[in-house]
């Protein structure tokens, strides 16, 4: 596991990880030493430390400068973490040599990593015995949207999605908008398949427009979701109008 230095993506990849150990299937849980520490603190429904086929492999990357958020900034994006972000690429050398060690013990290692952690990984190209996924942190529906832009539509041009969705123009830095660029093209240099924490009830349509994008690439997408441990208690007396219809729909 190689997530991206940003809680939403650290827990989602910690929460896939106890999925999988489900299964008796090691897993390593690789990120700088504060961000791992991070990620345990903060994860709920379940206690990383007792499962002993959980490796926390911290890693040392050189300091950097982080300022303070400037509430002021006309995108309200938190552009103070940018230097975070860019330090993560010190983690491709200490995770190459892993997976190196890995790949000489292991009959087959599977690396699944954050979208925006391309750069780190691109030992696995490398090495016969190892196979890259690409863990997808956001849903199918704005993967499949940012897929349809790419290609010069518009949303009105399908029917899948709803009409009027708001522009995403002005939510992100250009500096960001660089590192995400950076990061997707060396996706593209090594990439078996996608991992949703998504659910074919509820994106099944977006799940399909995905595979059928990149079905000559034999490119093929997951959906493992929801990861989160939740307890659905007993139906209460209380009404839950949106949860009612939601599940009136399921059926």
Known sequence: MVPFPAQGHLNQLLQLS???????????????????????????????????????????????????????????????????????????????????????????????????????????????????????????????????????????????FPRDIPSLEGCYTAEFSDFVASQFNNNQKVNSGCVYNTCRLVEGAYMDFLEKQTAKEGIKHWALGPFNPVTIPERSKTKRFCLDQGMGAGR
């Open 18 to 160: 106890r999925l999988i150990l489900s299964y008796n299937i090691p897993v390593h849980y690789v990120g700088a030493t504060t961000h791992n520490l991070q990620a345990r603190k903060r994860v709920s429904g379940w206690d990383p430390d007792a499962s002993a086929n959980i490796h926390f492999l911290d890693m040392e990357i050189p300091p950097f400068h982080c300022p303070p958020p400037n509430p002021s900034a006309k995108i309200k994006f938190p552009s103070h973490l940018q230097p975070v972000f860019n330090a993560s690429s010190h983690l491709a050398a200490p995770v190459s040599k892993l997976l190196r060690a890995l790949s000489c013990k292991a009959r087959k290692v599977i690396v699944i990593h954050d979208s925006l952690m391309g750069s780190v990984i691109q030992e696995a190209r490398l090495l016969p015995n190892v196979e890259s996924y690409i863990f997808r942190s956001v849903s199918a529906f704005f993967v499949s949207l940012n897929a349809w832009g790419l290609e010069g539509k518009i949303a009105e041009d399908n029917e899948f």
